[in-house]
């Protein structure tokens, strides 16, 4: 019943921008940490940027002043926007929640960074 579906990825060139976002059901939202990982082929999962529930927000340092994570109780959607984008964050982008000791994992969606 916990569900994730993340929605906004697609290509784009080196330093442009996109808005990624989740759309949580199943969970009181509010109450709850989420989490931006990311996994590049043949890469380990990685995290790329976190919020509490209070809003606090934590970032991995390779996205630090460009990436901005947000959450909009109302929506129980979180997002992630991305700016001055690198090929090296090219990945699949995914969202993360995490309830009674386990992890809860959306579809991911594909950002690819090229020209």
């Known amino acids: 019943q916990v569900q994730l579906v993340e929605s906004g990825g697609g290509q784009v060139q080196p330093g442009g921008s996109l808005r990624l976002s989740c759309a949580a059901s199943g969970i009181i939202f509010s109450i709850y940490g989420m989490a931006w990982y990311r996994q590049a082929p043949g890469n380990q999962r990685e995290l790329v940027a976190d919020?509490?529930?209070?809003?606090?927000?934590n970032y991995a340092d390779f996205v630090k002043g460009r990436f901005t994570i947000s959450r909009d109780n109302a929506k129980s959607t979180v997002y992630l926007q991305m700016s001055s984008l690198k090929p090296e964050d090219t990945a699949v982008y995914y969202c993360?929640?995490?309830?009674?000791?386990?992890?809860?994992w959306g579809q991911g969606t594909q950002v690819t960074v090229s020209s």
């Open positions: 919020i509490s529930s209070k809003g606090s927000t």
């Open positions: 993360k929640v995490r309830l009674y000791s386990r992890d809860y």
